[in-house]
Structures are given as C-alpha cells and as structure tokens.
C-alpha cells in the first residue's frame, strides 16, 4: 500500500485555461480550422456562459478556412 508523506515546500500550481472566454468582449471571435477543435471550444464556451455568465452567449459560423466562435451577447 503507498505511503502518503506530506511535503515541505510550498508550491502554486497555475491556473489552466485552454480558451480565453474571460477576456473576450462582444463581436470577438476564436477561430479554428479543425470543426472537431471548434465544436469543442463551442461546447466550452456554452459551458463557461452557463457557470460563470449566464448573460452571455456564443455562436460558431463557418468561414472560407475555418470556423469561428464569436461572443454575440
């Protein structure tokens, strides 16, 4: 059975975020050329909206390269 020891030093662990929701303002976009990178960052951004802004909305669109994720509300 593994042992448990506690450490002496103290450390921070950084914060991970993979999409910068946070700072974006309304008519700002994400864009992906891969639709399944896309999809998930859509997915993301809704999750981000309902948990932390619930006024705030995203939509993905199409786009002659790739697809872009705006911040529409």
């Given amino acids: 059975m593994p042992l448990i020891s506690k450490s002496t030093e103290k450390f921070e662990i950084p914060v991970r975020h993979r999409y910068v929701f946070d700072g974006m303002d ?13 999809e998930n960052a859509r997915v993301a951004a809704i999750q981000f909206a309902k948990r932390r802004n619930p006024d705030w909305k995203f939509g993905i669109r199409k786009m002659n390269n790739g697809w872009r994720i705006f911040r529409m509300v």
């Avoid at 309304?26 to 896309?38: I, Q, T, Y």
């Fill in 26 to 38: 309304v008519g700002d976009s994400l864009f992906f050329d891969d639709f399944k990178l896309a």
